[in-house]
């Protein structure tokens, strides 16, 4: 018998937004301390700097007030877990778009402040059920800004990388929401239960075909913290790198995730 499928997991609005705003805080305190140079500096973006990279967490909310600017779909179409595969082809067009934003603001951080107020205020008059016309389908508002938590985690390590000693802190909640969405978007792509994959303290999901584990300590296991987990479902880390590094353990015979990463390209 196969097993039951799983309900999707839940994610409380009002607590996913309050992420959101805490990250987004966070990178903002960040920006007001970056000096000329420092927002010259290259990234590990291509050929990014970190004051494109800056622009582009704004864009992280900014979607949301586009996407809510397009006329409503008339059903849903698409479902959270659709997400982390479908961003893929919006690639070029974002990076056109944070480099004339870079341009366009020379005090990225007032433009940070009316990208805050402009989000805000979109999802204090819009229901969380309202539909938004995504590259994954169309999905419910409340699921969107579950994405946005991934957006702004991702971007955070990417500017930490970037400027030496910046160190921005990272909203527990946002960490939690952009790990769970991952290692769920892991257990889509691969389904089966014969590895258990663990980012503690945040998420434990059962994937990859082979038999099915139930009792006990499962055969196939995966462990890694969530920074770590994060950088390797977007590309940021090699599973090779990782295993090198002792970033990440992994034990039995279908514990090898190199197949199967990044998630997010």
């Not at 934003?101 to 402040?113: N, V």
């Not at 994954?136 to 991702?154: F, K, M, N, Q, S």
Request: glycine share 6%; aromatic share 4%; charged share 25%.
């Amino acid at each position: 018998m196969p097993p039951a499928r799983k309900r999707p997991r839940a994610y409380d609005p009002a607590r996913t937004r309050a992420a959101v705003l805490a990250q987004f805080g966070n990178v903002r305190a960040a920006v007001r301390t970056l000096t000329p140079e420092q927002f010259a500096l290259p990234t590990r973006l291509g050929d990014w700097t970190v004051r494109e990279l800056v622009a582009h967490v704004g864009m992280a909310l900014t979607a949301v007030d586009r996407l809510l600017d397009e006329p409503e779909p008339v059903r849903q179409g698409g479902r959270l877990l659709d997400w982390p595969f479908a961003i893929a082809a919006d690639a070029d067009a974002i990076a056109g778009t944070a480099r004339r934003l870079a341009a366009e603001h020379p005090d990225l951080d007032a433009h940070l402040a009316e990208v805050e107020r402009r989000f805000t205020e979109r999802l204090d008059t819009r229901p969380g059920s309202r539909l938004l016309p995504t590259s994954a389908g169309a999905l419910p508002l409340a699921d969107y800004v579950v994405t946005r938590t991934v957006e702004l985690v991702v971007h955070t390590d990417d500017l930490t990388a970037a400027v030496p000693g910046l160190d921005i802190p990272y909203d527990r909640q946002a960490l939690a929401a952009a790990t769970r969405l991952l290692a769920d978007a892991l257990a889509v792509k691969a389904p089966g239960g014969s590895t258990e994959v663990r980012i503690p303290p945040y998420a434990v999901v059962q994937c990859v075909e082979g038999p099915r584990h139930t009792r006990g300590t499962p055969p196939n296991v995966v462990e890694a913290d969530p920074l770590t987990w994060v950088r390797l479902a977007t590309g940021r880390l090699t599973w090779k790198d990782a295993l090198d590094a002792a970033k990440v353990s992994a034990s039995g015979e279908r514990a090898d995730l190199g197949a199967l990463l990044p998630l997010l390209s």
